[in-house]
Nanobody, 128 residues
Framework: QVQLVESGGGLVQAGASLSLRCAAS????????VGWFRQGPGKEREFVAA????????LYADSVKDRFTISRDNAANTVSLQMNSLKPEDTAVYYC?????????????????????WGQGTQVTVSS
């Protein structure tokens, strides 16, 4: 029903910026909240940021709240994650995911179990 492909990852120095993109196919993408999750080496997958289906509501993990910005362009079927002031601890595989609930009437969820459409991930590596 929904297919997601992440892009924009790479190797950068600490303090640099990077923009990730999630390109979607599927008619219902624009009516689902989208979240970004990441998994670093030897770590559990963690929530990073999410945006409501309308684009008006956003949530961020405390560790990225002052540095990352999530946005979406429903006309283009894309979601972006602008990452500034990157730190080595941001190194991880980043995944985008679409909410299992169609046109959720409240803020985007933060639990991975609320998302059932996932991309393949893109690697972000930040060197010191």
């Amino acid at each position: 029903q929904v297919q997601l492909v992440e892009s924009g990852g790479g190797l950068v120095q600490a303090g640099a910026s990077l923009s990730l993109r999630c390109a979607a196919s599927g008619r219902t993408f624009s009516s689902r909240a989208v979240g970004w999750f990441r998994q670093g080496p030897g770590k559990e997958r963690e929530f990073v940021a999410a945006v409501s289906w309308s684009g008006s509501g956003t949530l961020y993990a405390d560790s990225v709240k002052d540095r990352f910005t999530i946005s979406r362009d429903n006309a283009a079927n894309t979601v972006s994650l602008q990452m500034n002031s990157l730190k080595p601890e941001d190194t991880a595989v980043y995944y985008c995911a679409a909410d299992s609930t169609y046109r959720r009437a409240y803020g985007p969820p933060v639990r991975s179990t609320e998302y059932n459409y996932w991309g393949q991930g893109t690697q972000v590596t930040v060197s010191s």
